[in-house]
T-cell receptor, first 115, second 113 residues
Framework: DAGVTQSPTHLIKTRGQQVTLRCSPKSGHDTVSWYQQALGQGPQFIFQYYEEEERQRGNFPDRFSGHQFPNYSSELNVNALLLGDSALYLC??????????????FGPGTRLLVL | AQSVTQLDSQVPVFEEAPVELRCNYSSSVSVYLFWYVQYPNQGLQLLLKYLSGSTLVESINGFEAEFNKSQTSFHLRKPSVHISDTAEYFCAVTLGSNYKLTFGKGTLLTVNP
């Protein structure tokens, strides 16, 4: 049973560029959440997707957007990259049919470096 | 809004010594509590969770945590640590299904020989 997968593992971009990160949830999960983890900090909630719609959003600007596909996979898009967007981006999935939606399982993350 | 405080940013211990990583939370309603572990250059792995029932929860690798509602705490303990336990540990809370996780800033546990 595959866990949560994310791609790419690493990415280097320059300021002003746009980036797309991808996530495939754990089998049987239908909800995907995205978190940003800056160096030396705990993860911060960006947003959550369920049934292809954004269900909750954290305190992040509109430059951060997302999408969920019918197969429950998800993308995180960041426009007009800033140096401060450099971080580890974590995807987490959950699903009421398996573990209950209160338990989120994380992928390995995508490390983004903005130069 | 919920918040999580991990009182120690770093905890160095010797191998086979006991350890306690402290976590306090703030919430006006009932919450679910989690401990996640992050090894270097990796994502977060679920260590253990408290949803309901017994206030003492255990993981498969010897860690345990006790939910204390009156003290709003969920401290993580292990009676004898190994070198391989060296990692960053994050305490997190959520209101329940369909809600975000709120994390503490993490505690770096370093186990020395």
């Amino acid at each position: 049973d595959a866990g949560v997968t994310q791609s790419p593992t690493h990415l280097i971009k320059t300021r002003g560029q746009q980036v797309t990160l991808r996530c495939s949830p754990k089998s049987g999960h239908d909800t995907v959440s995205w978190y940003q983890q800056a160096l030396g900090q705990g993860p911060q909630f960006i947003f959550q997707y369920y049934e292809e719609e954004e269900r909750q959003r954290g305190n992040f600007p509109d430059r951060f957007s997302g999408h969920q596909f019918p197969n429950y996979s998800s993308e995180l898009n960041v426009n007009a990259l800033l140096l401060g967007d450099s971080a580890l981006y974590l995807c987490a999935s959950s699903g009421v049919k398996t573990s209950g939606q209160e338990t989120q399982y994380f992928g390995p993350g995508t490390r983004l470096l903005v130069l | 809004a919920q918040s999580v405080t991990q009182l120690d940013s770093q905890v160095p211990v010797f191998e086979e010594a006991p350890v306690e990583l402290r976590c306090n939370y703030s919430s006006s309603v009932s919450v679910y509590l989690f401990w996640y572990v992050q090894y270097p250059n990796q994502g977060l792995q679920l260590l253990l969770k408290y949803l309901s029932g017994s206030t003492l929860v255990e993981s498969i690798n010897g860690f345990e945590a006790e939910f204390n509602k009156s003290q709003t705490s969920f401290h993580l303990r292990k009676p004898s640590v190994h070198i391989s336990d060296t990692a960053e540990y994050f305490c997190a809370v959520t209101l329940g299904s369909n809600y975000k996780l709120t994390f503490g800033k993490g505690t770096l546990l370093t186990v020395n020989p």
